[in-house]
């Protein structure tokens, strides 16, 4: 399969949306941890509390290729993203508690670490061998109908040439009481794919990285979700956790969305 027909992530790392916690992007593996570790030390206080873990410190770790202050939490690693959906998990749902049936797509080592710490049956995919649980692209899903109660896929659909037959397989796998929390890039009203099959430095100088296919606007986001049987709420972190983003260090211009299967279509 060809570079972006797929969740296929190889700009990932050079990437500023698409960057792992825990990956290769700052400082790899122990290295990081011990820094982490230093930081956590050197930096007590009751300034910021990590809602993943729970852990206070006076501020959080610089993170990113272009490093971003008050980023990662030093005790679990979760970033400004991981926050906000734990945030939402714990205080607008009652995922987390629950032996639910998720499935997370082209997952970052660090949610793919807390992940099987929750009383879930987890399952993880990606596109390229050895990345996560099973190998599977998001687009032909080897899962029955109706068989997730929560899908989390992020930063993955602007990777997907056929980005709509992914959003149709997330809404077969989608129990009907079922939610995906999906985020992608955005940018205006309307998205941009007319350098789909450009050379990759023409995609990363026009979607921000090479394995990138489109830059999505909002609005044809939300419509293309709509088009594959999927009704979804757009959440601006800053609105709903305004009281949190400090303290929490938020990034209140993220955008994420919740999607569930539409009333009365058989998509
Ligand atoms: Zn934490």
Redesign the pocket.
């Known amino acids: 399969m060809g570079s972006g027909s797929n969740g296929g992530r190889r700009g990932e790392k050079a990437g500023r949306g698409c960057e792992k916690a825990g990956g290769r992007g700052v400082k790899s593996g122990l290295r990081r941890r011990a820094y982490l570790a230093g930081w956590r030390l050197t930096h007590r206080g009751t300034e910021r509390t990590?809602p993943?873990?729970?852990?206070s410190v006076s501020r959080f770790a610089p993170f990113g290729v272009v490093q971003r202050p008050d980023a990662q939490?030093p005790?679990?690693?979760?970033l400004e993203r991981h926050?906000a959906l734990w945030l939402y998990l714990r205080r607008r749902t009652d995922l987390l508690t629950g032996p639910l049936r998720v499935l997370a797509v082209a997952p970052d080592p660090y949610l793919e670490r807390r992940a099987r710490e929750l009383p879930w049956d987890y399952l993880s995919i990606d596109v390229e061998p050895g990345k996560a649980m099973r190998t599977m692209s998001l687009t032909r899903l080897d899962l029955p109908d109706d068989d997730r109660d929560l899908l989390i896929c992020y930063h993955v659909l602007e990777h997907i040439t056929d980005d709509r037959a992914a959003m149709r397989e997330m809404r077969r796998v989608l129990r009907p009481e079922g939610q995906a929390i999906v985020e992608v890039p955005l940018a205006g009203e309307e998205t941009d794919e007319q350098f789909r099959d450009a050379p990759e430095a023409v995609r990363a100088e026009r979607y921000g990285q090479p394995d990138h296919v489109r830059l999505y606007g909002r609005t044809d986001f939300l419509r293309r979700l709509g088009e594959a049987g999927l009704d979804a709420e757009e959440i601006l972190v800053g609105d709903l956790f305004a009281g949190q983003v400090v303290a929490a260090a938020l990034m209140p211009e993220e955008r994420f969305f919740v999607a569930r299967r539409s009333v009365g279509r058989a998509a």
Do not use: D, H, K, L
């Not at 993943?52 to 852990?55: G, L, S, V």
């Open positions: 990590c993943a873990c729970e852990t939490c005790a679990c690693g979760s926050r």
